[in-house]
Every structure is written in structure tokens, then in C-alpha cells.
């Protein structure tokens, strides 16, 4: 929530400035508002619900957010952010739709699932509930600068995050042109069901966890970046941001798989279980990715005022060293509507190339040191378009509701298609429906 | 050719704050829309979070506004 509109009166306008500030901060970039003083200190609280639902019984996600700032006299602000999701539902495994009955040995290894021929294989033992946590400190440092140092932590049932951050902003030509360095450090244990498959290691029968490394297994993240602000006019603010980001460690999705298919129909190849227990009736393997990938963004974002109507546009280019491309553009308008109102037009593009990596079925026989048939790593288009309504209470405080469609549509190049297989039916399309109500107050 | 990229951001944002960008800009006095919450540049430190956290899940990119290290399982 935007939490902070300026009908938290009276003195709302430093108010909004120093919250201004504080979430800069907390996002790792600069402010263009100096924080000023405030007497007393003040709670903030922005909360907002999440329903994230996706057709064809995928990933369904409800989500509860609240941001709390605690705002100290002398320009300190403290905050805390809590995230609860739980998730349900099932996700696309990696393996293609065949004409044949497919059945999948699940990741604890206790069990089996089949799939009907021609259905995308999901794995439907997608659940879990995750909490995250966030703390920062942000004061002035000096007339010029302000230091901001934050930590994070996040847990769901396979997977910790702990990390660390830090910020600094220095104010130049009298406050037009804030410069922001900010850099981030993360260590995150995963602890797969079932053990983290070997890569490329073959999908066993039931009880069968020889191919799989017990005990857990970790990445370290690190992420630096650059920004600058500049106040173009009354009227228009720039920001450029450059990020880069270093992933090492394990970095497979320890659930994905591949389908081994004939190299000349691109069918999948039958297996027979061992006799007495129950397993994959067609040949599997788990996927392989590099243990490093290094990341370069470039953001630029332009907001700007025509006559209290509000344009908000933003572009990203981002490379890796996976060979992945990807741009994302984005607008709002923030368009008022009586006193206290306002509604908020909302798309986004994206597009992105595959990783140099994807493939979306092994040929037998053909053990290529990288592989992966995750349908994140493929190349596809989304949309996002959505409406925003916000108004202020009668009190003060700020209430929106928002109501977003998000699709993704790709299609399998034909230089990676084998046989007989279809571009459109290896890629699994996605509709999503995005809902949030939010709620901003202050104690 | 990355690193290259990087290095011309890198010196695109370290010139537009030393001195490029020095004849724009506004007095104190003049900025009244831009003190507007409506044109900070992140106005919904909630919603932000919200979309980045589904962007990340669901594609291959994630940061640029401000970190995209990640901290959860599901990419």
C-alpha cells in the first residue's frame, strides 16, 4: 500500500517524505525526498492480502504482507516487513505430454503419480508455507548521506534464506541527483524431499534413493548496485539503476525432470519397474544446471506529473551467462478520481530468450553436461494487465484493491524440437489471476 | 560483452551524478509535485514486493528496481 497518502494529516507531508525515504531504502535505492524531522514517534502499517491463483489447478498461493515503520525523531526509521504464504497445487515437472499413460516415482520416493497421454505431466505434491522476515535500520549519516544496513530471513519446508544488506545514498547538485550504492549478501540451505537428485541421475522406483545425495545442500547469492535519481524538472523524475547479481552453489530445482526420448520420434522410452514394486514406466532424468550464473540488469524508470494525473513507465534489460535475455516493460497512470480517490491502469511485457541449456526432452543415449527442460528456462512472452482502485478513508487512512491477469505463451524453437514433437504442446501456457486488498494505517 | 555492458551503465550513472545532469533540477521551493507520494518512485513498498516475488517465481529475471537475490524455493 502506498500507505502514505497525503491525507494523513495534519504534517502528513513530512510524513510521506520520510516514508518516501525509508522505502527507497529498504529496496536498495535512492529517495529524491530529504527525510525530515519528525517529533514523535510514529508506527506505520501497510497490509495487504494476496490471492495468486493459476488455471487448470496449478499454483495457488493466499499471502499476508505487512510492512511495519517505526519513525524516530532525527530521521532514523526502523522497519520490519512479514510475509506468510501458503501454497497449493501443482507445477509443470518437466517432463513432455505423451500418447501413453506416464507414471513419475514422486520426490520422497515413497509413492508414484500417473498422468493421463496427452496431459503435461505436473507434479501435484506442490505444498507449502513459507515466512519471511525482513528488518532495516536507515538513518542520515551527515548532511549528505544516508546509511541504510537490513536483514532477511525466509523459511518454508525445503528451503532457508538468511541475508544481509547494506545501503548508502549520497545527495548531489542540492538534492536532484541522489547517488545509491547498495550491496546484498545471502546464504540459502535447500533440503530436498527425499535428498538432492545426483544431475542427470536416472528417475528410480519407489524406495530407490541410491541416485540422490542426502543432507542439504546451499547457494550463496551476492548482489551490487548502482543508481542514480535525477529531478529532470517539476515535473519528471528519472531513475538508471545497473545490478549484478552472482548465484553459487546448487542451483537445480531438485524436482525437475526430463523426458529420454527416442531420437528419431521424440517419444518417450518404455522401462519396465523391477519386478514386485511400482516406477516409472518411461525413462526420466533429473536436470542439470550450472553451479554459477552471473546476472547484469539494467533499469530505468520515469515518473511524471500531468496535472495530478500520474505516469509511472519503467524498463528492464536483464543478461546472464546462461545466455538468458529478457526485457520487461511496464506502465501505470494513476488517474484521480474525486477527492479521495483514484484508479490505477496497470501492463506489463516480458519476454525473455532460453537459457543456453533448455531443452525439452533428452535423446537417449545423449548426456550433455547441462540440461533442463524448466519451463522458467524456456523462451515465452507474458502479458500482465491489470486495475488498480485506492481511496482515502474518511480517517486517513488508505484502502486499494487491485485485480491483475498475467499469461505466459512460448513456444519450443523448432531447432530444439526432435521427431515428431509439437513446439506449442511442449509449452505449457499459463493464466494467473492476481488479487490484492490492502490496508494502511497508522498507530 | 556483459562486462561491457555493465561498465557503460556503471559510467552512464557515475557522470550523470557528477556533473551531466547538474544544469537539471529544481529548488527546494519548486517541489511540491514531486514531494506528492503518488510520484515517489516506489509509491506501494507492499505491492512492489508482491509482483517481484511472482515475477521471480515464474521467469528467468528478477531485480533491477532494487536487489533480485531471492530467498525462496521457488526458482
Known amino acids: 500500500m502506498g500507505a502514505t497518502d497525503g491525507g494523513r494529516e495534519p504534517g502528513s507531508g513530512q510524513f510521506v517524505q520520510r516514508l518516501a525515504a525509508a522505502t527507497c531504502s529498504l529496496l536498495g535505492i535512492g529517495s529524491t525526498v530529504p527525510v525530515l524531522a519528525q517529533e514523535e514517534p510514529t508506527w506505520a502499517l501497510d497490509t495487504s492480502f494476496l490471492y495468486y491463483g493459476e488455471s487448470d489447478e496449478r499454483v495457488q498461493d493466499l499471502s499476508l504482507n505487512v510492512l511495519a515503520r517505526r519513525l524516530f525523531a532525527d530521521d532514523k526509521v526502523l522497519s520490519f516487513g512479514l510475509v506468510y504464504d501458503s501454497l497449493t497445487g501443482a507445477s509443470p515437472s518437466g517432463a513432455i505430454p505423451l500418447n501413453e499413460v506416464q507414471t513419475f516415482t514422486r520426490p520422497s520416493g515413497n509413492d508414484v503419480y500417473t498422468v493421463q497421454p496427452g496431459e503435461l505431466p505436473l507434479d501435484d505434491t506442490f505444498l507449502d508455507t513459507r515466512y519471511a522476515l525482513t528488518a532495516t535500520w536507515q538513518q542520515p549519516l551527515g548532511r549528505l548521506y544516508t546509511g541504510s544496513v537490513g536483514l532477511s530471513f525466509s523459511t518454508e519446508y525445503d528451503y532457508t534464506h538468511a541475508g544481509l544488506n547494506f545501503g548508502i545514498t549520497r545527495d548531489f547538485n542540492t538534492r536532484n541527483t541522489p547517488l545509491s550504492l547498495g550491496a546484498a549478501i545471502a546464504r540459502d540451505e ?122 509511472d513507465v519503467s524498463w528492464r534489460y536483464m543478461t546472464d551467462d546462461w545466455e538468458i535475455d529478457s526485457h520487461t516493460l511496464e506502465a501505470k497512470l494513476r488517474w484521480p478520481l474525486g477527492d479521495r480517490g483514484w484508479v490505477e491502469p496497470h501492463l506489463r511485457f516480458y519476454t525473455q530468450t532460453e537459457a543456453e541449456f533448455y531443452r525439452p526432452s533428452l535423446p537417449v543415449g545423449e548426456l550433455p553436461e547441462f540440461a533442463s527442460a524448466d519451463y522458467r528456462l524456456a523462451p515465452f512472452d507474458a502479458w500482465t494487465a491489470g486495475l488498480k482502485y485506492g481511496f482515502r478513508t474518511a480517517s486517513g487512512n488508505e484502502a486499494g484493491i487491485r485485480l491483475e491477469y498475467y499469461r505466459q505463451d512460448g513456444s519450443v524453437p523448432d531447432g530444439l524440437l526432435i521427431g515428431n514433437q509439437d513446439g506449442d504442446a511442449l509449452s505449457p501456457e499459463l493464466d494467473a489471476v492476481i488479487l490484492t486488498v490492502s490496508y494502511g494505517f497508522d498507530l | 560483452m ?59 529475471s528478477s531485480g533491477g528496481r532494487g536487489f533480485g537475490g531471492g530467498g525462496c524455493g521457488c526458482n
Open chain 1, 190 to 311: 535447500i533440503d530436498p524431499e527425499g535428498g538432492a537428485p545426483l544431475p542427470l541421475a536416472p528417475m528410480g522406483n519407489i524406495g530407490d534413493l541410491s541416485a540422490r545425495r542426502p543432507g542439504t545442500e546451499d547457494k550463496d547469492v551476492v548482489d551490487l548496485l548502482i543508481g542514480v535519481t535525477q529531478v529532470v524538472n517539476e515535473h519528471l523524475l528519472v531513475q538508471v539503476n545497473y545490478s549484478l547479481s552472482d548465484s553459487s552453489g546448487y542451483l537445480n530445482d531438485p524436482y525437475k525432470i526430463l523426458t529420454v526420448v527416442d531420437p528419431a520420434t521424440g517419444e518417450g522410452i518404455a522401462r519396465v519397474p523391477a519386478p514386485g514394486t511400482a516406477g516409472p514406466l518411461h525413462e526420466y532424468r533429473f536436470e542439470s544446471r550450472p553451479d554459477q550464473r552471473t546476472k547484469h540488469s539494467l533499469f530505468v524508470q520515469g515518473k511524471y506529473y500531468m496535472g495530478g494525473k500520474v505516469l
Open chain 2, 2 to 60: 556483459t562486462g561491457r555492458r555493465g561498465l557503460v551503465a556503471l559510467a552512464t550513472c557515475a557522470i550523470c551524478a557528477g556533473s551531466g545532469c547538474s544544469s537539471m533540477g529544481v529548488e527546494p521551493w519548486e517541489r511540491g509535485v514531486l514531494a506528492k507520494p503518488e510520484m515517489q518512485l516506489v509509491v506501494d513498498p507492499l505491492e512492489a514486493g508482491i509482483d517481484d516475488h511472482i515475477y521471480f517465481s515464474k521467469e528467468a
